[in-house]
């Protein structure tokens, strides 16, 4: 089954995510900061890594930057979520090393749709 | 600010205070962040309420129409008019309530601290008039009404989600 | 030049400020639209000038009972915006939001109920400001929510503090949501920095 790592500081965005991405058929693990979500990357190693931009204390960018300088995490794919869309934000999440990018609310079909793309791109 | 006495409910707004005399009731809402300042003389039956905003008249930027907007000058100004009602300054006692952090986060912001400043500048101007602070309900993070009865000095404060206490 | 003191902004200016906010709070009404799959209506906006004493009249009295989420903004232009909502329709939402979850104690289902309230503001926040910045062609950046659920005179009175620094009147740029399918009730309230204005209105074409 593929695993998500979800990191994101709202109760609320974690239990949704966790339902929805459930329901879609993947396992999903939670984390509500950046330090939590790296560390938790680190040693479940999941597939792919759903990152919310606007985080207090270390934002989702510092986190992407890190997941991709640690050579346990760089290879996890990142989409970085938030709910301020623009393509602006967009070009801040790829050049921190994200590969995808959803705004919230967010619409789970264009989610799923997101990570087959991108895993299948992975598995070739 | 008005005058009034005998049992009747005057209400205080935001900014301003009221003074009065025997058996008037005086009142004032939705205290969030802002303080409710009550001041009595119990041997003449005399006392005023405030609603005041903001700590320091020295950090306005613009005249106001309002001296109740600031504890300095907003209690000075209802010591003088409770004095010209008959009060003894010397006989004066204050109770304070109000000066709450409405706001939660996930973060906690020292700017969103406002509450806590006016809590502190009242009780500065009230030190520095000599006058004693004998009941207080202030901080924390709840709205609260403030009901001031003259006769007896009682006073009431209320609020949504803890009901209602005297100080 | 406007100053805010002296009440004295152009026709055209409070025109130009109708339609921002008109425009900030249907792009807000979709994205709520969205997430409760229901229509949502936005009223007539409101720019009134207000003594501070009136304003929690002007917004439905002082003892009224709402859920208030408050953010401040950053960027080409600065300020704060508040959205707030009855608190029958802040327990609405809440169940539409909170629908498919179960919990395992009370508490946790406040905690996460604040949560989704918390996240619902941050999503109307920014699609307002969305708007804004994309009718201006700026940027415009927004910070983490401020929650508060009491008496609507106490919750705002720190906003009247802020504008009471500067003035005794208040600029009450304000906008209402609806919806013909369920009963809520919502206000979006943005309180741009006066140095902003003068942005705002170079920015559309009038000095």
Known sequence: MVKVLVIDDSRFF????????RHAGYEVIVADNAYKGVELAKKERPDIIILDLVMPEVDGLVACLNLKSNSRTK??????????SNTENAEKAIESGAVGFISKPVDINLLKVKIQRILGAEHG | MTTKEDGKTLPVEIADFKVAKNSAVLETTSLGSCVGIVLYDPV???????????????????????????????????????IKLGGQKNCFR????????????????????????????????????????????????????????IETGKVIVKSAQYGTKEI | MT????????????????????????????????????????NVPRV?????????EL???????????????????????????????????????????????????????????????????????????????????????????????????FMLIEIAKFTDYALLLNTV????????????????ERESFEKIFKNVGIE
């Open chain 2, 94 to 149: 204050a109770k304070i309530a109000g000066g709450a952090n409405m706001f939660e986060s996930v973060l906690p912001d020292p700017c969103m601290a406002i509450g806590e400043r006016n809590v502190e500048a009242v009780k500065k101007v009230l030190a520095e008039e000599k006058i004693p602070i004998v009941g207080e309900d202030t901080g924390k993070n709840y709205g609260r009404t403030l009901i001031f009865y």
């Open chain 3, 48 to 56: 009134d000038i207000a003594p501070i004493k009136k304003v929690p």
């Open chain 1, 75 to 84: 290879d996890i794919p990142v989409i970085m979520c938030t709910s301020y």
């Open chain 3, 177 to 192: 949501i609806e919806s013909p399918e369920i009963k809520i009730a919502g206000n979006f309230i943005i309180f741009p």
């Open chain 3, 59 to 157: 917004l439905g009295g002082s003892n009224l009972s709402i859920v208030g989420l408050y953010f401040k903004f950053y960027g080409n232009i600065d300020g704060k915006i508040f959205i707030f909502f009855e608190k029958e329709t802040a327990e609405l939402l809440v169940k539409y939001l909170t629908a498919n979850m179960t919990f395992s104690n009370v508490s946790e289902q406040k905690e996460i109920e604040k949560s989704a309230l918390m996240e619902l503001g941050n999503i109307l926040a920014n699609s307002y400001l969305n708007a804004i910045a994309e009718m201006m062609d700026i940027k415009i950046l927004l910070s983490i929510p401020y929650y508060s659920s009491d008496m609507l005179g106490a919750v705002i009175d």
């Open chain 1, 14 to 21: 974690q239990q949704e995510m966790d339902f929805q991405l």
């Open chain 2, 44 to 82: 003449n039956k005399i006392g005023g309420l405030a609603h005041i905003l903001l700590p320091d008249s020295s950090i306005s930027k613009a005249q106001t129409s309002s001296p109740a907007k600031f504890a300095d000058t907003g209690i000075r100004a209802m010591i003088e008019e409770m």
């Open chain 3, 3 to 42: 100053e805010i003191n002296n009440e004295a902004f152009s026709l055209i200016e409070l025109d130009t400020l109708r339609e921002i906010i008109n425009m900030g709070t249907a792009y807000s009404a979709t994205s709520l639209s969205k997430l409760i799959d229901k229509t949502i209506l936005v």
